[in-house]
T-cell receptor, first 114, second 113 residues
Framework: GNSVTQMEGPVTLSEEAFLTINCTYT??????LFWYVQYPGEGLQLLLKATKADDKGSNKGFEATYRKETTSFHLEKGSVQVSDSAVYFCALSGWSGNTGKLIFGQGTTLQVKP | DGGITQSPKYLFRKEGQNVTLSCEQN?????MYWYRQDPGQGLRLIYY???????QKGDIAEGYSVSREKKESFPLTVTSAQKNPTAFYLCASNGGGQAGELFFGEGSRLTVL
């Protein structure tokens, strides 16, 4: 079945460091891919998305490229800030009959230190 | 402002009691979802509803029940049959326009004492 695997956390970085959070997926068909962010005590917010191969999603300095050949959707940011500290979830649309049913990775906690 | 409202934010329950978590949306979305979040396990789908008066089981529906009598509302009942109910519960909705984009509420944290 469809699945998403993220790198384990926590990831601890100093402010202004480069961030990569790896995400790989297994899916049939052509799913859409997403990154969601969850700040402490809150729900999830959509960070960025890509709906087809080679698409690049971007938002707030974060980027991810839909790589079908490597089944990956790695999240990157060139210079992280303390305010980026959160849990990041990679997800894919897992059911062609209802695009809202998502399959999530286990989440990766990012801690950015001043 | 449009959005999803979950209540209560925190809830404590004694073993053997049923509790109902509220989820209301004013986004005019047809589809609504309940996810459970446990540390280190990501989100798991409990139930979902694509339209009023219809809903389907997700991956971990045992011990839970839902109703969808109104488009705006999708309450989740955690029954006494749920063996490990302590968790963070997230409600979400989808309007069908953007493929797979879910809008989430702020969550309800249930603790069984």
């Amino acid at each position: 079945g469809n699945s998403v695997t993220q790198m384990e956390g926590p990831v601890t970085l100093s402010e202004e460091a480069f961030l990569t959070i790896n995400c790989t997926y297994t899916a049939t068909g052509y799913p859409s891919l997403f990154w969601y962010v969850q700040y402490p005590g809150e729900g999830l917010q959509l960070l960025l998305k890509a709906t087809k191969a080679d698409d690049k999603g971007s938002n707030k300095g974060f980027e991810a490229t839909y790589r079908k050949e490597t089944t990956s959707f790695h999240l990157e940011k060139g210079s992280v800030q303390v305010s980026d500290s959160a849990v990041y979830f990679c997800a894919l649309s897992g059911w062609s009959g209802n695009t809202g049913k998502l399959i999530f990775g286990q989440g990766t906690t990012l801690q950015v230190k001043p | 402002d449009g959005g999803i409202t979950q209540s209560p934010k925190y809830l404590f329950r004694k073993e053997g009691q049923n509790v109902t978590l509220s989820c209301e949306q004013n986004l005019n979305h047809d589809a609504m979802y309940w996810y459970r979040q446990d540390p280190g396990q990501g989100l798991r789908l409990i139930y979902y509803s694509q339209i009023v008066n219809d809903f389907q089981k997700g991956d971990i529906a045992e011990g839970y029940s839902v109703s969808r009598e109104k488009k705006e509302s999708f309450p989740l009942t955690v029954t006494s049959a749920q063996k490990n109910p302590t968790a963070f519960y997230l409600c979400a909705s989808n309007g069908g326009g953007q493929a797979g984009e879910l809008f989430f509420g702020e969550g309800s944290r249930l603790t069984v004492l």
